[in-house]
């Protein structure tokens, strides 16, 4: 079989380098970064798929490579990114059920009031916070899609800063149930 340009490229890993003109074995690549299906929310099927993806591999060559269709790979490729959103909200979570530190931030509020909000309740913990202003606030930026326009927070926020100072923030649920 003729190579194609992406079995041209190279696969690189801590384990070895995989020439991508040779038949990819998408075990390898799995093993490579320690994949174990058993301590996993995604399916063995779903982590090849993502692996492949993330090296820039095709859908319908990946299809070709596990004897499927494009439409399934891309099917699996879907369900796995959203298991993995799952599973980030559910680290998420758990997070917030030990984190120290919970500062509620509600819509509406400058974005200039967040830092000392989240310092001064950090200060209260005895948690060091490991984010400058400006950094903690691009962190609330990039974790929540919206969060922030025109220096004014959009949507309720709910930022919890563990007890080695790791902040994580998420949309907070305006919903409460009785």
């Not at 340009?5 to 320690?34: H, K, N, T």
């Not at 979570?93 to 509020?109: H, K, Q, R, S, Y």
């Not at 994580?168 to 305006?174: A, D, G, I, L």
């Amino acid at each position: 079989m003729a190579a194609r340009g992406w079995q041209q490229r190279c696969f690189q890993s801590s384990y070895r380098p995989v020439a991508m003109d040779e038949r990819i074995d998408p075990g390898e690549l799995l093993a490579a970064v320690g994949f174990d299906a058993d301590e996993s929310v995604l399916t063995r099927r779903q982590a090849e798929v993502l692996a492949l993806r993330e090296n820039d591999v095709r859908q319908s060559d990946i299809g070709e490579l596990l004897g499927t269709s494009r439409a399934n790979i891309s099917s699996i490729e879907r369900n796995a990114r959203e298991n993995v959103e799952k599973a980030r909200q559910t680290v998420a979570f758990a997070n917030t059920l030990t984190a120290p530190v919970c500062v509620d931030i509600e819509a509406g509020t400058d974005i200039y009031d967040i830092p000392p909000t989240v310092y001064a309740a950090c200060d209260e913990a005895g948690v060091e916070v490991n984010y400058g202003s400006s950094n903690l606030l691009q962190l609330i930026d990039d974790a929540v899609d919206g969060a922030i326009q025109q220096d004014t927070v959009q949507v309720p926020l709910r930022i919890d800063v563990t007890n080695d100072g790791v902040v994580h923030v998420r949309e907070r649920s305006t919903e409460r149930t009785e």
